[in-house]
Each structure stands twice: as structure tokens, then as C-alpha cells.
């Protein structure tokens, strides 16, 4: 086999389901509209918080305070998700991700702490219009209503988990396992069909500190971002 | 539906994200090689199942993962309340449990 025919590329989870083909400028009749927030990258933080060398750590690196309990913080090496008193999920760019993995592992170097690549295991769909809330309520038992910016929390959705993560009033985003994705997305679509859901064009640019993740993203303003 | 407080994510959330992972503080022979037939059986295999007030273990397996320490009546589903394995334990022996 010829090495001109290896051409590797990344193929994120939903991309299958052509989202992108799909996807239009979501208008205020559409109660409700997600698309997937492609090839982020994500990092597992795994440490005692109660510790302040590793939280010194995770500072030094990521300029991030370590979040409390079902809250996230955000800055320019992303979003730092708390998920347990031992575990925090940093979301951030591919293009940011081999350094800063590198620059963890230095900084946790004697430290009983680790950081794991988990980038190809999940992925992040976003949830926008004036319905969202129904739409989640449809999914999940959770109080979605009482969800703020800067809150991240785990629960169920039908026969799957997510981390379902407020950014600011205009929409939420939930991360998912790479496996469990498609389920997520066709239970999403079929909760969303009463509230006209289409699939929307993710804005470019903005204060979301995800979206502003993605390739080619450009940020408008870092200081409204949650810093909590 | 229980709705239970997890003392890791401090807040209540529905059992549909927790896992139940049985009785509580089951104490294991201090010797197993030294322990009998009998004593390990009763570690492995017999439960309390009472009818009243139970230290139970539930995981919050979608949410953060860990287990923890229920005080459940199993009469009435009442639930005393939630703590760290660490925390419940001094409880349950000051309650004066084996
Ligand atoms: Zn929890």
C-alpha cells in the first residue's frame, strides 16, 4: 500500500449525521436549535483539590483557580469543568491541547496527580433558542430552569449521562461520551421537533467560552466571560 | 422517586442518578486466613435487611461518581440524611452500630 493513499483526518462524532451540510441560520421561529461544537479537545484533571500544590499547579498552567462543586471557570486555556473532588475536565482547542497536556504534566511532576488526553472520547453539542429549557426538561428529570452561567452539572438524559453546561442566557452546551453522542443528538431532535428545531449555524464568533473554542473562532470580548 | 443529597456536589438531586450499593460499613474479618466458614459466609452473603432505620451506600454514579453514606428508614422511604462514608461511619458507631 502506497503512504500517499494514509491521508488521516479527524472525524468528529456527529459528523456522520452531516450537520454541517444540514445546518441554517436558526431564525426566532425556531424554538429551539443545536448543532455540535466539532473537535474540541478535552483533558481530565485528576487531583485532590483539597491539595494546594496541585491547585497551584492547574494555576500556573491554565491561569484557572480550580472550580467548587458543580461550577466552571473560564479563561484563555478554556473552560475547567468540575466533575468530582478528585476530577475537573478542561475543555479547550486542539490547537492548545498537545502544550498545555505537556506543560500539566511537568507542573504535576511529584504531585499525586494526573492529566489524561480524552479527546477522542467525547464530544459537545450545543442547545440555543427561546425553548431550550422545555427541550431539556423533555430529556431529563434535572431542574434545568434553575441552571445559571457558570453552573456545569452531570445528569441523566433518558439512557445516557451528560454534563449539561450553562454559558450564558443564549444557549447551553452538553458533552457527551463519543459513543453515546448519536443517542443524545436523535434524542435531542425528537424532544426539539414540536418547538420547530432545526439545525443552526453555530456563531462564528462571541463571549460563549466554548464556542469560542472552535476553529477559527475569533473572541469579541474575554471580559465578559464567567469568571467565577 | 427518592430525591437525595449528595454530600460531593452539595445538592439534592433525583435517584435516577444515583446507584444503590447496598448495606453500609460491613466490617470485614480483620484476619480472613484466621476467620471460619462461618464468619466469612456472614461477610460475604447475610444482610441486616431490617425493617427501620438502615446505613445504606449510594453511588452518584451520573453525576460525580462517588459513594456515600444514607441513613434510609425502610418502612416509610424517609431519608435521615447524607454523609461522606468517613462522616456517616463516626455517626452509625456513635449510634452504637456493628
Ligand atoms: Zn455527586
Known amino acids: 500500500m502506497s503512504d500517499a493513499l494514509f491521508q488521516p ?163 447551553v452546551h452538553l458533552i457527551v461520551r463519543r459513543s453515546f453522542a448519536a443517542y443524545l443528538w436523535a434524542l435531542l431532535a425528537r424532544s426539539a421537533r414540536p418547538y420547530a428545531f432545526t439545525v443552526g449555524r453555530l456563531p462564528a464568533a462571541g463571549t460563549d467560552p466554548v464556542l469560542c473554542l472552535q476553529e477559527g473562532a475569533t473572541v469579541l470580548d474575554r471580559q465578559d466571560r464567567v469568571a467565577v | 422517586m427518592f430525591l437525595i443529597y449528595c454530600p460531593y456536589c452539595k445538592a439534592t438531586r433525583e435517584e435516577e442518578e444515583f446507584h444503590n450499593a447496598g448495606e453500609a460499613f460491613i466490617a470485614r474479618p480483620a484476619d480472613p486466613e484466621a476467620a471460619s466458614d462461618e464468619e466469612w459466609g456472614d461477610y460475604l452473603f447475610m444482610r441486616k435487611n431490617p425493617k427501620g432505620w438502615h446505613w445504606e451506600q449510594w453511588q452518584h454514579a451520573a453525576g460525580c461518581g462517588r459513594v456515600f453514606a444514607v441513613k434510609r428508614h425502610t418502612l416509610s422511604y424517609r431519608i435521615a440524611g447524607s454523609w461522606t462514608l468517613a462522616a456517616g461511619k463516626a455517626l452509625f458507631l456513635q449510634e452504637g452500630g456493628v
Open chain 1, 9 to 171: 483526518y479527524a472525524r468528529s462524532p456527529l459528523d456522520p449525521l452531516d450537520l454541517a451540510g444540514q445546518a441554517v441560520r436558526p431564525s426566532p421561529e425556531n424554538g429551539a436549535w443545536a448543532n455540535e461544537v466539532r473537535l474540541l479537545a478535552y483533558l481530565t484533571l485528576r487531583g485532590d483539590s483539597a491539595d494546594p500544590a496541585y491547585a497551584r499547579a492547574v494555576r500556573t498552567v491554565c491561569g484557572l483557580s480550580l472550580p467548587d462543586a458543580g461550577r466552571y471557570v473560564s479563561g484563555v486555556a478554556g473552560v475547567l469543568l468540575w466533575r468530582s473532588p478528585n476530577e475537573c475536565l478542561l475543555l479547550t482547542s486542539r490547537r492548545q491541547a498537545a502544550s498545555l497536556r505537556v506543560a500539566l504534566v511537568e507542573a504535576f511532576a511529584g504531585l499525586l496527580a494526573e492529566v489524561v488526553d480524552q479527546s477522542g472520547g467525547l464530544t459537545t453539542v450545543y442547545l440555543a433558542g427561546a425553548e431550550q429549557v422545555t427541550v431539556l426538561r423533555h430529556m431529563g428529570g434535572y431542574d434545568f430552569g434553575s441552571l445559571e452561567p457558570g453552573q456545569a452539572i452531570a445528569t441523566v438524559f433518558g439512557k445516557t449521562a451528560a454534563v449539561v453546561m450553562r454559558a450564558d442566557a443564549h444557549g
